[in-house]
């Protein structure tokens, strides 16, 4: 007994160091599948998110995970995604403050960005409990989750999900205080700036499509992992390897983003950050 304890004392900081390199890595990952998809500087003009944010329709199985957690960028029917996700923050620094939620469609059709953006989601007062999951207990519902509609024909559409740190003393501009609004335009940077919010403490994004594009598709290139900025102990990964085109021919990288695994992940398991 006694000695288990010191095994587990002894060990348990290492899993620490590990869990923590693990999401800088994945904090590098999604920062540059946010570039990639053009999403910064479209919607945000700067991404440096603080932690990782997991988002779970639980209407897909994570063959790599074996969880329901979506992968950056996962195309989705506007059905599988017609009900709010499960979220979920993994992040270094402690999430022990309140919380301000939202999805935005970074993609109404003919809209001048970031003016253009669809709000679908915003809930203020929103805490991350001891288990990392995002809780709307004690949250006011500006907009109540609106599933994605997009228009047919209008490509494939991202929408940002963001958890941002609400400052103490928070006041809402106006316009986005009353509570049960429905999607309706609204410029977020703007908001952001008015609201005085603090960090953006992670993010994610799928794409829905309906019918066929008439729009042109995006052009991205693969994420490269030897690029990747990795700013602490991402001890035990592998060497990073260059993901060159490991499916064909993507000289014009219709929306697809590629990336390798590192062999060694630790004990927390990532991968749905590098794989897209
Ligand atoms: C994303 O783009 C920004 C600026 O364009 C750059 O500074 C940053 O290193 C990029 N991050 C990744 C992970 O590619
Ligand atoms: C957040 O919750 C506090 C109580 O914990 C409440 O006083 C405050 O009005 C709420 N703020 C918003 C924006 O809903
Ligand atoms: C609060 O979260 C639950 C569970 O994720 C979700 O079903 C519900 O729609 C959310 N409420 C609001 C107002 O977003
Ligand atoms: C890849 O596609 C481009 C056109 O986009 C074409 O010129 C090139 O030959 C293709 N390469 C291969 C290996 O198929
Ligand atoms: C380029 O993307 C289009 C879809 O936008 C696809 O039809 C075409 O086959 C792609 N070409 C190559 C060379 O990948």
């Given at each position: 007994m006694r000695a288990w304890a010191l095994l587990t004392a002894a060990v348990l900081p290492l899993v620490a160091a590990q869990a923590n390199g693990d999401i800088n890595l994945g904090i590098s990952a999604i920062e540059a599948h946010f570039n990639q998809s053009?999403?910064?500087p479209d919607f945000l003009s700067t991404f440096e998110p603080k932690g990782l944010l997991d988002v779970n329709f639980g209407v897909y199985l994570n063959i790599v995970t074996g969880?329901?957690?979506?992968?950056?960028?996962?195309?989705?029917t506007k059905d599988e995604v017609g009900s709010a996700p499960t979220l979920t923050v993994h992040s270094p620094t402690t999430l022990n403050g309140q919380y301000v939620l939202a999805m935005l469609d970074a993609d109404v059709?003919?809209?001048?960005?970031?003016?253009?953006?669809?709000?679908?989601w915003l809930v203020y007062n929103v805490t991350v409990g001891q288990d990392s999951t995002i809780s709307n207990a004690t949250g006011t519902a500006i907009s109540r989750y609106f599933g994605p509609g997009p228009a047919a024909g209008s490509g494939p559409h991202r929408y940002v999900i963001l958890v941002y740190s609400q400052p103490s003393g928070f006041a809402a501009p106006a316009e986005f205080s009353q509570p049960e609004q429905p999607v309706?335009?609204?410029?977020?940077?703007?908001?952001?700036?008015n609201s005085h919010l603090g960090d953006l403490i992670a993010a994610n994004y799928i794409q829905?499509?309906?019918g066929t594009a008439t729009a042109s598709l995006l052009s991205t290139v693969p994420?490269?992992?030897?690029t990747?900025?990795?700013s602490s102990t991402a001890s035990g990964s592998a060497p990073a390897s260059s993901a060159t085109s490991p499916s064909g021919n993507q000289s014009n990288g219709s929306g697809s983003l590629s990336i390798r695994v590192p062999i060694v992940m630790g004990l927390v398991a990532l991968p749905a950050y590098f794989l897209a």
């Open positions: 053009h999403i910064v969880t329901g957690n979506i992968q950056p960028g996962q195309k989705f059709p003919g809209a001048k960005l970031p003016q253009g953006t669809n709000r679908h309706a335009p609204m410029d977020w940077s703007a908001f952001v700036t829905v499509e309906e994420v490269v992992t030897s990747l900025a990795v």
